[in-house]
């Protein structure tokens, strides 16, 4: 169906009412006050007796830009047949009579009319329909129009229509951006999830549509991306708190079920995190390739999952996206925690290989892993590292460190390393010289040294 016919009948409808645009109105609403060929324009139009381009084309040497802006607004009051300024402003285009002024006056009126649908509850069929016709006359906003309905419907809680505009919206084509590098409307309306705080919704956003085969833009699977980094993150911090009141004896211990719940929800988090990634990856664009292996090591890292955290790292490292020498230390402390010393000395290296020397952060991450992870002896051996690269050890890590050597004391080689370590600290004037004693019973002897 050709535009004009379609236009026809809408308006035999009855036409939706529109609103009156600030600045115009008080010219409206004074009809007397026109100037008598604005006047008889306005009536030929409203009798439908012509086309409206019929009509305008005669006229139009006596109708100034202004006349023509003050139809537009005219037929956008309440009551008046707003299809009809749809066809006047396709006339003004066609004939090259659309200035900014009139592009901005019309965007405005649209936006009222959207908004106008969106609150009475209108059948979404309706605003895209209406959107398609603004496309077909050469409506050409600064900004998406799909997404500022989409905003209207999220901002007017009305979040299940927002989800439904969006589907139809790529259902009918009407979704594809020019660039998929770019934002489209589903990474739009991920985002608006996001910022307010529905990280899960805007990933399962994402891995639905995705599901459904409605193939949201690339850009959107890095919007569920950093969601779901955000997600984990706040999920991660949770189970800290919960694990501190514990030891505090606030609350009680996890039971089987609890825990099965925990690592279930982790685990889905991961799983949804290869599902989105898998898709861009597969994809070989190379410009998102790198970030969302970024993400991935941002996700596997607040997970605390240093193998999968380190292999990500190198991928991002060899898809051009360099780490940097935070990621590098987090990375190893994570490993170091779970004992992996190849990864620690991969990682290690890695860091030399950028021409990074060793510094105190670096160590003090390392050192921290180790204590985490209850591997004492190499964090005993790292701070003694640190000492001998001339490195002042935080004073609460000497504190920890010596507490768990001395509480294994018992362990073989531990009394020669808390020795070993506590003359090593004393040299460097971080303790004061330690007493070191020995009693004998069958001799009734004690051995005392000072280190």
């Given at each position: 169906?050709k535009?004009k016919?379609?236009l ?8 939706e ?9 008080g ?18 139009l409203?009798?439908m ?15 100034s ?12 009051q ?7 300024a749809?066809?006047?402003f ?7 009579r659309v ?22 509850d209108?059948?979404?069929?309706q ?9 077909c ?33 790529i ?6 951006p020019?660039?998929?590098?770019e934002q489209g409307p ?11 705080g529905?990280?899960?919704?805007a990933?399962?956003?994402?891995i ?27 999920f ?8 501190t ?36 990856i ?7 390739i ?32 360099e ?13 170091a ?13 890695g ?24 591997h004492?002896v ?8 640190m ?9 609460v890590?000497?504190a ?17 390393l ?10 460097a ?23």
């Amino acid at each position: 169906m050709k535009f004009k016919s379609l236009l026809a009948s809408k308006r035999s409808n009855g036409g939706e009412p529109g609103t009156i645009i600030s600045g115009f109105s008080g010219s409206l609403l004074d009809l007397d006050g026109m100037n008598p060929e604005l006047y008889e324009a306005i009536e030929e139009l409203e009798r439908m007796d012509r086309e409206p381009s019929d009509i305008l084309e005669e006229m139009s040497m006596k109708l100034s830009a202004r006349d023509l802006q003050l139809v537009l607004v005219y037929f956008s009051q309440e009551g008046r047949d707003s299809w009809c300024a749809l066809e006047v402003f396709d006339w003004l285009r066609r004939v090259n009579r659309v200035d900014k002024e009139t592009m901005e006056l019309m965007v405005s009126i649209m936006c009222l009319w959207l908004a106008k649908l969106i609150d009475g509850d209108h059948p979404i069929d309706q605003l895209l329909d209406l959107l398609q016709e603004m496309d077909c006359v050469g409506l050409k906003p600064e900004f998406s129009m799909i997404e500022k309905v989409i905003s209207l419907y999220w901002d007017g809680g009305k979040k299940d229509q927002a989800c439904s505009f969006l589907e139809l919206v790529i259902q009918r084509g009407l979704a594809k951006p020019q660039d998929q590098n770019e934002q489209g409307p589903t990474g739009y309306l991920a985002w608006k999830m996001m910022v307010d705080g529905d990280y899960r919704g805007a990933v399962n956003l994402v891995i639905e549509l995705t599901e459904k085969g409605l193939e949201p833009e690339l850009y959107s699977y890095v919007i569920a991306m950093t969601a779901l980094v955000k997600e984990q993150n706040e999920f991660s911090k949770a189970l800290r708190k919960l694990k501190t009141s514990q030891k505090k004896g606030l609350i009680a211990q996890f039971g089987e079920e609890e825990l099965y719940s925990l690592e279930n929800y982790q685990l889905g988090l991961l799983s949804d995190g290869e599902k989105i990634s898998n898709r861009v990856i597969n994809g070989q664009n190379v410009r998102f390739i790198g970030v969302i292996h970024e993400k991935l090591l941002a996700l596997y890292s607040c997970a605390g999952r240093g193998a999968q955290a380190e292999h990500h790292l190198w991928q991002m490292k060899l898809a051009g996206k360099e780490p940097d020498r935070e990621m590098y230390a987090i990375v190893m402390a994570i490993c170091a925690s779970e004992n992996n010393k190849a990864a620690v000395l991969r990682l290690m290296a890695g860091l030399e290989s950028l021409g990074f020397s060793p510094r105190k952060k670096t160590s003090t991450w390392l050192l921290r892993g180790y204590l985490k992870g209850g591997h004492f002896v190499d964090a005993s051996n790292t701070l003694m590292n640190m000492l001998n690269k001339g490195f002042r050890p935080e004073n609460v890590d000497i504190a920890v460190v010596l507490q768990r050597l001395r509480k294994s004391i018992h362990d073989p080689g531990n009394v020669e390393l808390y020795l070993k370590l506590c003359k090593r600290l004393s040299e460097a004037d971080l303790i004061v010289p330690c007493l070191v004693y020995l009693y004998v019973p069958e001799l009734k002897l004690w051995i005392m040294k000072i280190l």
